[in-house]
DNA sequence: TGTTGCGTTGCAACTTGTGCAACACCCATT
DNA sequence: AATGGGTGTTGCACAAGTTGCAACGCAACA
């Protein structure tokens, strides 16, 4: 709509590929050099572009700054949920996302399960910290140190005969769930009902969130609920992706894109798409 | 230089704030709603800003996939990544890589503590250049004529009693830094934070990038940060070497990128990007 | 010393972006 | 249901900003 933007916005992504050189620029533009350069200019001063030395043109630091500040305002919540909503639509059982803050572990997601039992539980409410599989993940994130610590400061309340006992079993439970990356809670808070969870990660690797699948044993036996497993960690995995940037959020805009497939020539759509690919 | 162009790059910042209505974007740059609108049409159709539902405007996906692009483009960092992910990993805080850009020092890298109070900062945000380690280091290398241009030309903000108060302080200090090859920030820039830097160099000895750690005295006190000093300067050279190409790169993977995945992290459903290059 | 290749500048022509005013729409009031 | 203020949106005439040109400066090369 605005050309001179547009030209101009058009430059990034070329510089994305590599650095390129003031008549590289003209050329993919289709525009005189002195036009690039003046575009070139206005990017530099607000350090969308670097100059290096050798006048080569580089995508610059500003750039990497908004995108962090862009993800730092990214809602986990936001980004998870319609993932959250696939796999409830594939599994049918409750889907919960949570996250650690100041020492308690809090539901701040979840999709209902479509079975008629459905387990209790509420957003915004901290979990059973001690059994619940998510908050095993995102306790075993913690330095070591910090792990033991936390493990200490804990009530270990005995739910069912299978709710860890005290800080030494929550200790080992956790370095296996650090290993493994992935976690279960089986009838550790009710009897009846079991979790399995995966952890959703930033840029750095660090865990951010963790979601699980929770259903009682009237629905899915333990093993059943386990064969879910790998669809859960891809499911987190591929939060982690758009979390993360690594991939790009599905926008609801249709990619203006060069589809070499006429939209009529596309199968009849009856699979609901798993996971998009 | 182009206005347009400028008006609409002054969103960005804006946006990175927060999510922002049509209004309030036209206010901050003072022109009119309509001039407003197309300037976001074009950067919504470049995929830098994002409409959502509640017709606020939002940064784009697209911004973040060309911040990561722009990392990728930068090999001190793609080199040392590793290095700095297995400092973290034996000293459990926070560490940064910094480059010099356009008179400013820049993060362009980080891992973050593993401990729960970390310090704030931000992958491609300026740092106090006056007080920060890295920048001290980055300035020293410079040619003594530039070097007192460059410090003429800076603020001195007296972010805490121990701030650099001045230009003549500064250059003292990066006379010294230079000598000793190595740098501190100790309560420069928040009273209760110290950093400890060392210089990564390239196969002429110039200073390329700084590598920091920084810990809050609640966690270490300096004089215990300081026992890291070899540590680090240890990593700074294996990363010094391997830029340099004077040793060889043993690294485990060859992996694709500084690629920070989670190790239960698949290929996400590759993204059919890139398209035809 | 001339030549080629690059980035840079000033300028006149005109394409482009601008502000305006009117319109369409949603939601909260009355 | 009708009203009113608050949004975002559209077409249009004007001029302001952007464009391409041609000329210049400045390297590196031969």
Redesign the pocket.
């Known amino acids: 709509m605005?050309?001179?933007?547009?030209?101009a916005l058009s430059i990034l992504p070329l510089l994305a590929e590599g650095p390129a050189?003031?008549?590289r620029v003209a050329d993919h533009l289709g525009?005189?050099?002195?036009?690039a350069?003046?575009?070139l200019r206005t990017l530099h001063e607000h350090g969308f572009v670097y100059r290096q030395s050798d006048?080569h043109y580089r995508l610059g630091a500003r750039l990497i700054a908004l995108a962090q500040e862009a993800m730092e305002n990214l809602d986990v919540r936001e980004i998870a949920h319609p993932h959250l909503v696939r796999l409830n639509e594939t599994c049918g059982h409750t889907v919960h996302l949570a996250v650690h803050e100041d020492d308690e572990v809090l539901y701040i997601d979840k999709v209902e399960s479509r079975y008629p039992v459905r387990m209790y539980s509420r957003i915004g409410k901290p979990v059973a910290i001690t059994v619940a599989a998510v908050a095993k993940l995102l306790l075993a994130d913690l330095p070591e140190s910090e792990r033991r610590a936390v493990a200490e400061k804990l009530d270990y309340p005995l739910y069912t005969a299978r709710s860890t006992p005290g800080a030494d079993a929550f200790l080992k439970e956790l370095a296996k769930v650090r290993e493994q990356g992935w976690a279960t809670d089986l009838g550790g808070h009710e009897e009846s009902i079991n979790c399995v969870a995966a952890p959703v990660r930033d840029a750095g690797g660090r865990v951010v969130a963790a979601m699980s699948v929770s259903a009682p044993n009237v629905v899915v036996t333990a093993d059943e609920l386990l064969t879910l497993l790998p669809l859960v960690r891809r499911t987190a995995d591929a939060i982690s992706g758009e979390y993360s940037g690594r991939t790009p959020v599905q926008s609801p805009v249709p990619a203006p894109a060069h589809s070499p497939v006429p939209p009529s020539a596309q199968p009849p759509a009856h699979q609901p798409d798993k996971e998009r690919s």
């Open positions: 605005s050309q001179t933007v547009d030209r050189d003031l008549g525009v005189h050099k002195s036009t350069l003046r575009l006048q």
